[in-house]
């Protein structure tokens, strides 16, 4: 039985409240290192680290006028500091509390996903055992092409869960990064020290160089790492609609009692999550796409990446984690029809052995071409007729000069189109 994780509230680390208390984190830790090298008296650090405060409404109450969100948060700040204030931001600019709580908010919303993920790649390696053996029919085109088994579709997509995994690992280490380095980056003001006490504490590292901010390639790659599980999503989304077509029918998302899927058709069961998914990828990548947008600053800083980065951070790492969790439930809970299977695996009449046969020919001494052609002239008869595809292979003469009727029977197979598929599920660790 899968154990599912409790799903923390990814919205609360974007609330002003989450945001504000690592800014204040941030300023008490820069004072307190600043105390270990007498530059800031101990006492005043210590005062800042028990009355150090502040309320959101008074902080966008001081910003209306001041236009300027950490002269609010500071001038908050002080109210409750008092006397010791004048130490809190010493030698600081606003992005090094800006671009060090974005890196931990990124982390922290990371984390989150990371576990989303893993939920996710369960519930397939779940139900892609449950289907190992179950035949349905291979598609490329959206055709039939050659058997395979249910389990097998689920497996491709436990493997990308597994890729996506690693990937996100990469991008919170990618992310993980802040500074404490002044102005420009030179520490002009700052002892270096300062920044590297600021980052152990908040599990973060320095980062090796920055300007008057972290560079934003860390963020595009991130995000970046964003859209390709998005694009994932979409592609286990699209495949699930597929399958519930009426026509098609070998998958169908779970349907409540009391759902109801059209308001004018009371027949309709749609695949509403997976279109759903679908959709909110198109927003993941195109935010992803204007992180890029924001690499290129104006030397060491402008801002044009800062009204960007509060919209997309939020948006996508929220949307994310409510597409894990909607496909991590629909995947538990997703009917599936192995009469379905059969019945449409049957609709070509045997021709996804046409393959199978045409090798034969090959192993026989035919050229290529020739069996090719050999076997196409029959295949297009049983799409014409819907005859069965060996029988009609039995009345080549010219094909049955080289493979007996009985030997033609024993080639079609189902189970020797599937007798590798144990073999795949251990390369993926499936069991």
């Known amino acids: 039985m899968i154990e599912r994780y409790t799903r923390p509230e990814i919205g609360a680390i974007w609330q002003d409240q989450n945001k504000y208390a690592i800014w204040l984190e941030i300023e008490t830790l820069a004072v307190e290192a600043q105390a270990e090298l007498g530059v800031v008296p ?6 800042i680290r028990e009355k150090g405060n502040f309320e ?3 902080i966008l109450e001081i910003e209306e006028e001041v236009k300027h969100d950490v002269i609010a948060f500071l001038t908050n700040v002080a109210e409750y500091v008092g006397e010791p204030s004048r130490y809190v931001h010493l030698g600081m600019t606003s992005s090094d509390v800006l671009d060090t709580c974005l890196a931990v908010q990124l982390k922290q919303a990371g984390e989150i996903l990371l576990r989303g993920l893993e939920a996710l790649r369960d519930a397939l390696a779940k139900r892609a055992v449950e289907f190992k053996g179950t035949v349905t029919i291979g598609r490329s085109h959206g055709i039939h092409a050659e058997p395979t088994t249910f389990g097998t579709k689920l497996a491709v997509h436990h493997q990308e869960a597994v890729r996506n995994i690693e990937r996100m690992k990469r991008a919170i280490e990618t992310i993980s990064y802040g500074q404490i380095s002044g102005s420009v980056g030179t520490f002009e003001h700052l002892d270096p020290s300062v920044e590297e006490y600021v980052c152990e504490r908040l599990g973060l590292k320095p980062d090796p160089v920055s300007t008057q901010v972290i560079q934003r390639d860390r963020h595009a790659e ?7 599980i998005a694009s994932s999503l979409e592609q286990l989304a699209v495949e699930i609609r597929h399958l519930q077509r009426t026509e098609v029918l070998e998958a169908e998302e779970f349907f409540s009692k009391g759902q109801k899927g059209s308001s004018s058709m009371p027949h309709k069961r749609n695949p509403i999550v997976s279109e759903r998914v679908a959709g909110m990828a198109r927003v993941v990548r195109a935010n992803a796409i204007a992180a890029m947008e924001n690499v290129p600053l104006w030397h ?7 009204s960007v980065e509060r919209i997309i951070c939020p948006d996508s790492t929220i949307a994310l984690d409510y597409m894990l969790a909607k496909m991590t439930d629909l995947i538990e809970n997703l009917l599936v029809y192995p009469e379905n299977m059969v019945k449409n695996l049957e609709i070509t009449s045997g021709l996804h052995f046409s393959q199978t046969i045409l090798l034969e020919l090959a192993k026989r001494g035919v050229s290529r071409e020739d069996a090719y052609r050999m076997v196409q002239r029959n295949a297009m008869e049983v799409w014409k007729t819907r005859e069965n595809f060996a029988d009609v292979l039995k009345r080549d003469q010219d094909l049955t000069a080289l493979i007996s009727a009985e030997e033609i029977d024993e080639i079609c197979d189902l189970q020797k189109s599937i007798r590798h598929v144990d073999y795949i599920f251990q390369r993926c660790g499936l069991n």
């Not at 101990?42 to 005062?47: E, S, Y």
């Not at 991130?222 to 390709?228: D, I, P």
């Not at 060491?300 to 800062?306: A, Q, V, W, Y």
């Open 42 to 47: 101990k006492d005043a650090a210590a005062t």
């Open 222 to 228: 991130y995000m970046a790492t964003l859209g390709v």
């Open 300 to 306: 060491e800083r402008d801002i044009s990446h800062s």
């Open 56 to 58: 959101v409404a008074k």
